[in-house]
């Protein structure tokens, strides 16, 4: 995968996800794979908010006045919101904007939801798309104009150790999430120059797109009480005063989707996690003159009865030759294969091939333990992606002593871990130097220097160049 950008594109393409071919600059169509490998990353998503989160859903349209209310926040997103300036001809007294985020569309409905300290905390998050004028170069599911799957989750709290708590949980959520699909990420504090606009402090997950370059695929906000006093968002304490909440907001894009298929894929196509693979497994008959109708039998009941017990199964019988059938389903990413011609039913095995390997094996097939061998295999591919791209990841992040080894470093990309005071023009400096981002602070280090301006430094932040 030499040119990264251009395998990226043909593979959205050749494996029929997103057609970029709609008149807009940054908004697309999702065909009918690219739509299920999204319906079931949604699933994972909505399956671990569920738990303690109400699913809620906001109008598009969010009136000029309240998205303005909130000046840093209305700064931060200025050049990006869509306007809605008439209703067929008539003019508009008020203008409307497309949502770039919810908290103007939410909050002042919070405002009239919150009531009393017995109520809260309270957890939202809705599924929708949102509008941002991006000037940066757009890119199908990385960066969009309009990003179609916004997963964005906003919270209540009586106080400010509530909400920093909620950043915990969120951040557990996101990394649960990912584990599932087996993306690899770092978790940062922003540094406040990059934070989101009107939040006391951003948590961003960041992964390692294979071109070496990061792609940022969510974020925690901890807002404090920015918003609430905007808005007014109050609650009666218990003994009947009226406090400001404190607030958090994190969301997911498209992007999920993105790093799932440019960090598991390879030159044969897409190698999708089962957990969301449209097809789990798909049966591919080997036929001869002699007992080909035993061998489409056999298959079409394996499928029913794989089927039945909840695997996402397709039985390939079209008449086609087995060699482009392969081709087409390592292509499109389907994590385990089965071939199964007259000899194997005789003999009671199967012949496997999984996608993340393309190991070729022939086993047993006993019918007492299929649907076990199958859920088996599928995850130990599961692990198997999760464990390559992790260390592919862990590879790439390397430390750096001085601004000069970070600069040489950074000419193989990926990221490059240093020791940074914390100083915004520091910062600055850091990044003209070596001439990539800061993603910001990870962990804390034993007494250091900043690399830069020698002050001591006990945070270890990361440089990398990024989308
Ligand atoms: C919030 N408010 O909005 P955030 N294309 C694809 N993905 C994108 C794009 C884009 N143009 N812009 C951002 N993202 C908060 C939290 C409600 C929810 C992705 O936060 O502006 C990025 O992965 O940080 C980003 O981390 C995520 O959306 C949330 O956007």
Avoid at 5 to 12: A, D, G, R, T, V
Wanted: glycine fraction near 6%; hydrophobic fraction near 35%.
């Amino acid at each position: 995968m030499s040119n990264f950008s251009e395998w990226f594109h043909n593979i959205l393409e050749e494996a029929e996800i997103i057609d970029t071919r709609y008149p807009i600059k940054g908004m697309h169509v999702w065909q009918p794979q690219g739509f299920k490998i999204r319906k079931y990353a949604l699933k994972l998503l909505r399956e671990l908010l569920d738990d303690d989160h109400e699913e809620v859903l906001f109008p598009l349209l969010i009136p000029e006045d309240e998205l303005a209310k909130e000046a840093i926040h209305v700064k931060g997103f200025e050049e990006e919101v869509y306007w809605i300036t008439h209703g067929g001809l008539t003019p508009l007294n008020k203008k409307l904007a497309l949502r770039p985020t919810s908290e103007t569309a939410m909050y002042p409905i919070f405002k009239l939801w919150v009531r009393s300290h017995s109520d809260l905390p309270l957890k939202f998050y809705q599924v929708v798309n949102t509008f941002r004028y991006e000037t940066k170069h757009t890119r199908p599911l990385i960066r969009v104009r309009e990003i179609t799957t916004f997963k964005e989750a906003h919270t209540i709290h009586v106080d400010s150790q509530g909400a920093q708590d909620q950043v915990q949980d969120a951040i557990e959520i996101y990394r649960s999430f990912f584990d599932q699909v087996g993306i690899p990420y770092i978790v940062t504090r922003r540094p406040d120059w990059d934070k989101f606009p009107g939040a006391d402090y951003t948590m961003a997950f960041d992964t390692l797109l294979p071109d070496g370059k990061t792609l940022q695929i969510g974020t925690v906000h901890n807002l404090g009480q920015t918003f609430a006093r905007t808005f007014d968002i109050t609650y009666e304490t218990a003994e009947g005063e009226h406090q400001h909440v404190y607030q958090t907001c994190y969301g997911l894009s498209d992007r999920v989707i993105a790093s799932i298929i440019g960090i598991h894929g390879d030159s044969s196509g897409l190698i999708l996690p089962p957990s969301v693979a449209p097809y789990q497994v798909v049966i591919v008959p080997v036929l001869f003159k002699k007992g080909a109708q035993e061998v489409i039998e056999f298959c079409s009941q394996l499928h029913d009865k794989l089927k039945k017990n909840g695997i996402r199964v397709h039985f390939d019988d079209r008449d086609l030759r087995a060699g482009k059938k392969y081709y087409e389903w390592e292509m499109r990413g389907v994590p385990l294969r089965l071939e199964i011609g007259p000899r194997d039913i005789e003999n009671k095995k199967m012949m496997t091939l999984r996608r993340d390997t393309m190991e070729k094996e022939s086993c047993d097939y006993q019918d007492e333990t299929i649907i076990n061998d199958i859920n088996e295999i599928l995850t130990d591919i599961t692990q198997n992606l999760k464990n390559k791209a992790w260390q592919k990841f862990n590879e790439n992040i390397r430390p750096a002593k001085s601004l000069e080894q970070a600069k040489e470093l950074m000419q193989n990309r990926g990221i490059i871990s240093f020791n940074w005071c914390g100083g915004e023009t520091c910062g600055k400096e850091i990044e003209e130097f070596v001439q990539v981002d800061i993603l910001g602070l990870h962990q804390e280090s034993s007494d250091e220097k900043c690399i830069n301006c020698g002050a001591p430094s006990k945070t270890i932040a990361l440089l990398a160049k990024t989308y």
